[in-house]
């Protein structure tokens, strides 16, 4: 697609797509797409992380959403789970929010959400992007039509009422230290909050943003923080937020760092005890190998989605999954969200350690597969496309079959190609790995 990539619309700030100009126009699409749902009042609510550029973009957004004839309700920051919450709660039309997710200040963009609470399909996303090409005219409602816009301050608060409903009534914390880090992002005054309101100990970092520390050597992109203050503050558990606070990576009260699929894995198991696990768990092409083998040992059904939790929920949905996620700790659960959200999956987990269940004890479920990934950061996007490149994938291919996997990618949210190799023959793994990278530098 010209515009949505794996997980919304992101670029550096300025650049060709993320500007005043383009959020005006994708404000202006959107909106005309979102109007033509037979609702009585058109409606669409706007949440953001803590980037400066959120400043410049959201009145360009606005302004197209108004134009277009959509009434416009402002939350400020706010995890993004919050803003698909809240746009189901509130009936609204849509709900668009403002982030570039795990990336760092220079970066920003979209993500969209319809009446459902869900991100939106190829499909729509499509139409949208022909929308967005054609004449701005054609999508300007008559001054008699145009909406209006409103800031409301209870956005943090809703939020918060809605996760409670989601948590037994007598759940408390007050036995519990734990360590937060909210990424100086969009969590920075949910997160806090809600722990907080069930007694637990909270030391917190990363909750002091000042539009260019988001996701800066902090969150869940780098948890060494995390885990130096677990340490230090003996705390029972770490919790790790990123930029717009739909991620968790999670820290054990030895220091450990659990990913995505540990904390996977550990809820799956949790909820097959309960019975409350249907029909399996959904993960992606980048999911340890270690983990589908532990699924086949508990006799649990394990898929692969591509990359990106929008394409997870797509298969929980059709399979009727209630548990899927991403190592990256995308997690969602599909009982009480429709899209990742690193504050609910760590409720969900507390409440499994409140039993007096240490968190390495809890988290250690299964052995992970040996796993490299690169990142390398390419000017060329077609360069998965030479033959150079195609010819040493197929060699680092043939190299590891029967030994372990490579997957080579394009990313969906940056300028980068990513590889990954999974094999407990670590010299044959650097190996398979090199044989690739070698060829993209």
């Known amino acids: 697609m010209k515009y949505f990539g794996t997980d919304g619309i992101r670029g550096h700030v300025n650049s060709e797509n993320i500007n005043g100009d383009m959020f005006f126009k994708f404000g202006l699409a959107a909106g005309k797409y979102f109007t033509n749902l037979k609702k009585k009042k058109q409606i669409a609510i706007i949440a953001k992380d803590t980037r400066l550029s959120g400043y410049a973009l959201e009145p360009a957004l606005v302004s197209g959403l108004a134009s277009a004839g959509m009434h416009v309700y402002t939350l400020g920051p706010l995890p993004t789970n919050g803003l698909a919450m809240l746009t189901k709660s509130m009936n ?27 991100k939106l399909s190829d499909k729509i996303q499509k139409k949208i992007e022909k929308l967005i090409d054609s004449k701005v005219r054609k999508h300007l409602s008559k001054p008699t039509l145009l909406g209006r816009v409103k800031r409301l301050e209870s956005g943090t608060d809703d939020y918060i009422k809605i996760l409670k409903k989601k948590i037994p009534n007598n759940f408390k914390l007050k036995n519990m230290k734990i360590v937060l880090d909210c990424a100086n992002g969009a969590g920075y005054k949910s997160a806090p909050k809600m722990i907080k309101s069930l007694g637990a100990k909270l030391v917190i970092i ?25 340490k230090k503050h003996r705390a029972h ?3 790790s937020l990123d930029g717009d606070a739909d991620r968790i990576i999670m820290c054990d009260e030895k220091g450990s760092i659990i990913d995505g699929d540990q ?23 980048m999911s340890n190998y270690g983990l589908e083998n532990f699924f086949k040992r508990k006799k649990i059904k394990f898929i692969r989605a591509n990359v990106g939790d929008r394409y997870v929920k797509e298969i929980m949905q059709k399979k009727k999954f209630n548990l899927g996620g991403e190592q990256s700790g995308h997690i969602i659960l599909g009982k009480f969200a429709t899209t990742g959200d690193g504050l609910l999956v760590a409720l969900e987990v507390i409440q499994a350690l409140n039993r007096k269940v240490k968190a390495s004890n809890f988290f250690n479920v299964f052995e992970k597969t040996p796993q490299i990934l690169e990142n390398i950061k390419i000017k060329n996007n077609d360069i998965l496309k ?14 590891i079959k029967g030994h372990g996997r490579i997957l080579v990618r394009k990313s969906g949210t940056e300028p980068k190609i990513r590889i990954m190799g999974e094999s407990k023959n670590k010299a044959l793994l650097k ?5 690739v990278t070698r060829t993209i530098n």
Do not use: E
């Not at 994938?393 to 190299?399: E, G, S, T």
């Open 431 to 435: 190996k398979c790995i090199k044989t």
């Open 92 to 118: 609204a039309n849509l709900g668009i929010m403002i982030t570039a997710s795990h990336n760092l200040f220079y970066d920003n963009g979209l993500k969209l959400f319809g009446p459902d609470g869900l």
């Open 206 to 230: 990363g909750n002091k943003p000042n539009g260019f520390n988001i996701n800066k050597n902090c969150g869940s992109t780098f948890p060494k923080k995390l885990q130096k203050y677990v």
């Open 237 to 239: 558990l770490g919790i």
């Open 386 to 399: 030479k033959v150079s490149v195609k010819n040493a994938i197929k060699i680092a291919n043939r190299l």
């Open 263 to 285: 904390i996977i894995a550990a809820l799956a198991l949790q909820w097959k005890k309960k019975k409350i696990l249907k029909g399996g768990v959904v993960g992606t092409l």
